[in-house]
C-alpha cells in the first residue's frame, strides 16, 4: 500500500511552457489526470520547498529540549507553591510542542535517514512524552493513506466520539450517550486525551505489528517512573496530582486543538470511494490561516492540505507551497478550503453537533452521511 508518507514526488522540472492539464471537475479518473500530481510536485521541486533545513531544525529542537528542560527545573525550583499549577500549564504547551516535533521527525522532515529519525523519534516520543513512537507512527501512516475515510483512517473510526449519522446509527452505550452532546462535549474530553495517550502506547505493546516492543516498552517504563518520581518528590501528594492532572489536560487540549481543524467537517469517503491522490489529500484536508504566531502554535500543520500532499517537506517550506498548491488547484478547478482558526473549530463543532442529531432525536431512519468529495 502507498502511504502519503511515502507518496511519489518526482523531481522532474516542467516545461515552462507547458500549458497545465486540466481535469474534469467532477474529479472523476481520466487517461490524464494521472499526471496531476506529479506536476504539482514537480513545481514543489523546481521551488526547492523539498530541501532539508537542518538549521532550522537544529534550533527548533534546542530551543524545545531547552523548554522541556527548563519546566522540570520550575518544579523544583517553585517547591510547595501553588504556582505549580503554572508550571503544570507550561509543561502542557511543552509537551504539545514535542509532540509537533516527533510528528515531524516520523515524517522524515528532520533526517533522511530513517534509522535517525527512529532513533530520535523514540527519544522524544517515548522518552520525554510518554507516547509510543512506534504505535503512533502506524496508526498516523494510515491516516495519511487514506484521510477521513470512514473504514480506513483510525483518526475517524467511531470509539468514544461518532464522527458520521451511519456511526451514530450503530453507536452503543457510552459513545451513544456521548454522541448526542459530543460538540458540546469535545473540549472537555480533551482533558483526558494526555492520559489516553499514555494508556494507548501501553496497550499497543501488545500488537503484533509493533517492532522494537522491548525497546518501546523500556522508554515508556523509564519515562513514567521518572516522571511520577520527580513529581511527588518535589511536591506534597495532593499538589502533585493536581499538577499531573493540569498538565496532561492542558497537553490534551492543545494537541486536540492542533489536529481537530485539519479534517473534521471534511467531507468523508467510505467504501470503494477512492479518489486519485492529490484529490484525495486535498478534498479531506482544511488550512488554517495565520501568521508566525499561528505556525509555531499549530507547528506548521495549519497548512494541512501542503502536509499531506507533500510529508517529507519541511514545516517552514509548508507556507512557501501554500500559494504554489493553492493556484494549482484552482487551475484544475478543484476546492481549496481554508479558514480562520476560531472558524476552523467552529466547522469541526458543528459536524460533530450534526451527526450526533439522530441521537438526540432517537429517529430510527438516519439521514444521507456527508457527500462524496467533488472537485
Same mark, same amino acid.
Given at each position: 500500500m502507498t502511504?502519503?508518507?511515502?507518496a511519489p514526488?518526482?523531481?522532474?522540472?516542467p516545461d515552462?511552457?507547458?500549458?497545465?492539464?486540466?481535469?474534469?471537475?467532477?474529479?472523476?479518473?481520466?487517461?490524464?489526470?494521472?499526471s496531476?500530481?506529479s506536476?504539482l510536485s514537480a513545481?514543489i521541486?523546481?521551488?526547492?520547498l523539498?530541501?532539508?533545513?537542518?538549521?532550522?531544525?537544529a534550533?527548533r529542537?534546542?530551543?524545545v529540549?531547552?523548554?522541556?528542560?527548563?519546566g522540570?527545573v520550575?518544579?523544583?525550583?517553585?517547591?510547595?507553591?501553588?504556582?505549580?499549577?503554572?508550571?503544570?500549564?507550561y509543561?502542557?504547551v511543552?509537551?504539545?510542542?514535542l509532540?509537533?516535533?516527533?510528528?515531524?521527525l516520523a515524517?522524515?522532515?528532520v533526517?533522511? =535517514?530513517?534509522?535517525?529519525?527512529? #532513533?530520535?523519534?523514540?527519544?522524544?516520543?517515548?522518552?520525554?512524552i510518554?507516547? =509510543?513512537?512506534?504505535?503512533?507512527?502506524?496508526?498516523?501512516?494510515?491516516?495519511?493513506?487514506?484521510p477521513?475515510?470512514?473504514?480506513?483512517?483510525p483518526?475517524?473510526a467511531?470509539?468514544?466520539?461518532?464522527w =458520521?449519522?451511519?456511526?451514530?446509527?450503530?453507536?452503543?452505550?457510552?459513545p451513544?450517550?456521548?454522541?448526542?452532546h459530543?460538540?458540546?462535549l469535545?473540549?472537555?474530553?480533551?482533558?483526558l486525551?494526555?492520559?489516553?495517550?499514555?494508556?494507548?502506547?501501553?496497550?499497543?505493546?501488545r500488537?503484533?505489528?509493533?517492532?522494537?516492543k522491548?525497546?518501546e516498552?523500556g522508554?515508556?517504563?523509564?519515562?513514567?517512573?521518572?516522571? #511520577?518520581v520527580?513529581?511527588?518528590?518535589?511536591?506534597?501528594?495532593?499538589?502533585?496530582?493536581?499538577?499531573?492532572?493540569?498538565?496532561?489536560?492542558?497537553?490534551?487540549?492543545y494537541?486536540?486543538?492542533?489536529?481537530?481543524?485539519?479534517?473534521?467537517?471534511m467531507?468523508t469517503l467510505?467504501?470503494?470511494?477512492?479518489p486519485d491522490?492529490l484529490r484525495?489529500?486535498v478534498?479531506? =484536508?482544511?488550512?488554517?490561516?495565520?501568521?508566525?504566531?499561528?505556525?509555531?502554535a499549530?507547528?506548521?500543520l495549519?497548512y494541512?492540505i501542503e502536509h499531506?500532499?507533500?510529508?517529507?517537506?519541511?514545516?517552514?517550506?509548508?507556507?512557501?507551497?501554500?500559494?504554489?498548491?493553492?493556484?494549482?488547484?484552482?487551475e484544475?478547478g478543484?476546492s481549496y478550503?481554508?479558514?480562520?482558526?476560531v472558524?476552523?473549530?467552529?466547522?469541526?463543532?458543528?459536524?460533530l453537533?450534526?451527526v450526533?442529531?439522530?441521537?438526540?432525536?432517537?429517529?430510527?431512519?438516519?439521514r444521507e452521511?456527508s457527500?462524496?468529495?467533488k472537485a
Amino acid at each position: 500500500m502507498t502511504t502519503a508518507i511515502d507518496a511519489p514526488q518526482p523531481r522532474t522540472v516542467p516545461d515552462p511552457g507547458r500549458t497545465p492539464r486540466r481535469a474534469p471537475a467532477d474529479g472523476s479518473r481520466s487517461g490524464r489526470q494521472g499526471s496531476d500530481f506529479s506536476e504539482l510536485s514537480a513545481r514543489i521541486s523546481a521551488a526547492g520547498l523539498m530541501n532539508r533545513r537542518p538549521l532550522y531544525y537544529a534550533v527548533r529542537l534546542t530551543l524545545v529540549g531547552v523548554a522541556f528542560a527548563a519546566g522540570w527545573v520550575a518544579v523544583f525550583a517553585v517547591g510547595t507553591s501553588w504556582w505549580q499549577l503554572a508550571v503544570a500549564a507550561y509543561l502542557g504547551v511543552v509537551y504539545g510542542q514535542l509532540a509537533l516535533v516527533a510528528h515531524d521527525l516520523a515524517h522524515r522532515q528532520v533526517f533522511r =535517514s530513517r534509522r535517525a529519525s527512529e #532513533l530520535f523519534g523514540r527519544a522524544v516520543g517515548n522518552l520525554c512524552i510518554g507516547m =509510543s513512537y512506534g504505535w503512533w507512527m502506524n496508526k498516523h501512516t494510515r491516516h495519511h493513506a487514506n484521510p477521513n475515510h470512514e473504514d480506513l483512517d483510525p483518526d475517524v473510526a467511531p470509539d468514544i466520539l461518532v464522527w =458520521s449519522r451511519e456511526q451514530a446509527a450503530e453507536a452503543r452505550g457510552l459513545p451513544r450517550f456521548i454522541g448526542r452532546h459530543q460538540a458540546a462535549l469535545f473540549f472537555p474530553l480533551l482533558t483526558l486525551e494526555g492520559f489516553n495517550l499514555h494508556v494507548s502506547s501501553f496497550r499497543a505493546l501488545r500488537q503484533p505489528h509493533l517492532k522494537r516492543k522491548w525497546l518501546e516498552g523500556g522508554l515508556l517504563l523509564v519515562h513514567t517512573a521518572a516522571y #511520577l518520581v520527580a513529581l511527588f518528590w518535589a511536591l506534597p501528594v495532593g499538589m502533585a496530582f493536581a499538577v499531573l492532572f493540569l498538565h496532561h489536560a492542558v497537553f490534551g487540549v492543545y494537541l486536540g486543538s492542533i489536529f481537530a481543524p485539519n479534517h473534521k467537517g471534511m467531507p468523508t469517503l467510505k467504501g470503494d470511494e477512492r479518489p486519485d491522490f492529490l484529490r484525495r489529500q486535498v478534498l479531506t =484536508s482544511r488550512n488554517v490561516r495565520g501568521g508566525l504566531l499561528t505556525d509555531v502554535a499549530l507547528g506548521g500543520l495549519n497548512y494541512q492540505i501542503e502536509h499531506h500532499l507533500f510529508p517529507s517537506m519541511p514545516s517552514p517550506h509548508l507556507r512557501k507551497a501554500r500559494p504554489l498548491v493553492r493556484d494549482y488547484c484552482a487551475e484544475l478547478g478543484i476546492s481549496y478550503h481554508e479558514t480562520g482558526l476560531v472558524a476552523s473549530w467552529r466547522e469541526a463543532m458543528r459536524h460533530l453537533h450534526d451527526v450526533g442529531a439522530p441521537l438526540r432525536e432517537d429517529s430510527p431512519t438516519l439521514r444521507e452521511d456527508s457527500p462524496t468529495p467533488k472537485a
